[in-house]
């Protein structure tokens, strides 16, 4: 198939038509800056519609999209089943004064799904769970550290950060530790020096960081974590917020062989749909009860329908071993493409979030390169982060992709003729 | 949220070690010491920085130590250090009374014109010269008191363990370009550019580069916009970020 390289006049019109009245003309992970986009001019920065495993950008580009909104977009964009839950539902209530009682049949759905969840309570954003655990945690426990796996993410709220970000106090992360990931001892001798202070274990499932190969769960580690956490009566909680019902209907923490206390849920919820979750232990449901903590629309219903229907999807589909399936067959052929004109990509993390880096040079200049040869092809990847398969990646789009890979891998070799 | 040391450190490398720039960019100061003999200036702070500037055929290098100078003067603390930088403390030497005459006439000149370019008037910018001398000599002190940072302020120290190790460049496009090196989160200002750097960091011109400096424009705007170019290991450009929003509060 022949490649056209995209151009982007229309993407950098409304960008700078958007900078005048938004700040960083588009802020945050889908913005150039934090999205890593290199060079910015490689990128789309606007989409103008979107179905499937697709996007089409303001220019009329079309991508197969690996970030799928950056995990959100799980069964494809505009599930013809989920947003017509959606639509039905407006019709019906939406943001009321009495709560649908959906909110109840998706926490029963919840429950039933989950292996550790023994309630739920729902919020908007991955962020807003994380926040819930942690406030409930200190509740429980009465005790204020918190211990974070090094080079973790569990949302933008002033805890989460670290101290030397804008806008962050001293005394907003005074109370976290932090530990490097897979590394029990450390816990363990963090956890002594701290004895009797610590509410909290706060941790991904695995470590799927920004800018380094993801890291899977060393054998045993989560068992002698859970083990520890019981013997010294720290919370453990799981952020699913980004692998969570991608790897396990029923919970990475379920995936992984040990039970958390709390765990967190959004991006593959509600297909695109605003709805979070933080599911726990019956031990810890009253101290969650007990905090003032929630928003204007946190139990509006529409996203409730959106999120039953996307679940019980999900679980007919048996969704995790199709992504699973599907991202082995793409990254395997990635690799191929790569070692057959000279490229070490390097694949890690779970196959339903893929991790990319090209380890020719040490400094991912090569990588960068070759990810935005791939955009401008119309494969949409990002050079610092995961990835994320959703249902609606056909056989066709994988095959798509792995030629538009391989166009790119020749396009950089051109430049850097020594590889 | 600054820390008085940190300050002495950057007031010692970022602030006096610009001298070595400015008798290398303006003639105006280079000419103060062409023709006179060779001498050098110690500055011993205590529980601080420590370090030697010697002036020579129109030229001024900065050295760690202060074993080897005609002039010294001691500082009791880095707060009286910080003092002789912000014009509050007079400095009474130690040793090298012969030289005094240096000390009040030419290097109290040599200061006055490092911060003619380093705090200019706004109309002072409109020479295109001045213009890029000024920012010039900014971005090499803006380089050197990040390393400070990273190596001094405890919040900076924090930013510096989650930098890995290699060179990342600060670029000028068609302009001046210096090197933060990082090793074992560790930082050393060089003032050139690298020749194998791990990250770059390039403004797409000195009035960018200027803006920034100055406070006017965001770095984060600026890379949306494409006026600043960043590759390569973006987790050490992002930690450097950081740092510099560290500078801004120390040398505002």
Known sequence: ?419 | MTDTKTLAYINMYAILGTLENLCELVPEASDLLKGKKPVSIGFDVKGGPSATLFFKNGKCRMEQGVDNCDIKLPFSSPAKFNGLIDGTVTPIPSKGFTHIKFLLNEFTKLTDILTKYMKPEPEALSDREFFVRSTSLMLSAITVAVAQIANNDSIGKFTASHIVDGDIALLIKDGPGTTLRVKDHRLLGIKAPPENPRAIMEFKSIELARDLFDGNVNAVASIGDGSIRMSGMISMIDNLNRLLDRVALYLA
């Open chain 1, 1 to 419: 198939m022949a490649t056209n390289i995209y151009k982007y006049s229309k993407s950098r019109e409304y960008f700078e038509r958007a900078a005048k009245v938004v700040p960083s003309g588009v802020y945050g992970h889908l913005g150039p800056a934090e999205g890593c986009m290199i060079p910015v001019t490689s990128f789309p920065l606007f989409a103008a519609s979107a179905k499937g495993s697709h996007f089409t950008d303001v220019d009329g580009n079309d991508f197969i999209d690996y970030m799928c909104a950056y995990g959100p977009n799980v069964l494809g964009y505009g599930d013809e089943d989920v947003d017509a839950a959606v639509l039905e539902q407006a019709k019906i209530a939406n943001c009321t004064t009495s709560p649908s009682i959906k909110l109840i049949e998706l926490a029963e759905l919840m429950v039933d799904t989950v292996a550790s969840a023994d309630w739920a309570f729902f919020a908007k954003n991955g962020g807003d769970t994380t926040t819930a655990a942690i406030m409930a945690a200190r509740a429980h426990t009465s005790k204020k550290k918190i211990i974070f796996v090094k080079g973790f993410y569990h949302g933008v709220a002033p805890w989460t950060q670290k101290i030397d970000y804008p806008g962050v106090t001293p005394e907003d992360v005074s109370g976290n530790l932090y530990v490097d990931w897979n590394d029990f001892d450390a816990l363990e001798k963090l956890i002594a020096e701290n004895e009797g202070e610590v509410a909290a274990f706060i941790s991904t499932p695995y470590m799927h960081g920004n800018f380094i190969d993801n890291q899977l769960p060393a054998d045993g580690y989560w068992q002698k974590v859970r083990k520890l956490c019981t013997e010294k009566g720290i919370v453990l909680i799981v952020d699913d917020v980004r692998c969570g019902f991608r790897l396990d209907l029923a919970g990475s923490d379920h995936y992984y062989g040990f039970e958390a206390d709390l765990i967190c849920f959004c991006k593959a919820l509600a297909n695109g749909w605003s709805v979070s979750a933080l599911c726990g232990k019956e031990f810890i449901k009253s101290s969650v009860s007990a905090l003032s903590y929630t928003g204007s629309y946190w139990l509006s219903s529409a996203p409730f329908a959106a999120a039953i229907v996307c679940i019980n999807k999900l679980k007919k589909l048996n969704a995790p071993a199709l992504f699973r399936e599907k991202g082995i067959k793409l990254t395997d052929g990635f690799t191929a493409a790569g070692k057959e004109h000279g490229f070490d990509l390097v694949v890690s993390g779970e196959p339903a979030l893929f991790y990319l880096r090209i380890a020719n040079d040490d400094s991912l200049f090569i990588h960068q390169d070759w990810v935005q040869e791939c955009v401008k092809r119309g494969m949409f990847i990002t050079n610092h982060h995961n990835h994320f398969i959703c249902a609606s990646h056909s056989d066709e789009d994988i095959n798509r992709s792995i030629e538009i890979a391989e166009d790119a891998f020749k396009a950089v070799k051109k430049k850097h003729p020594g590889i």
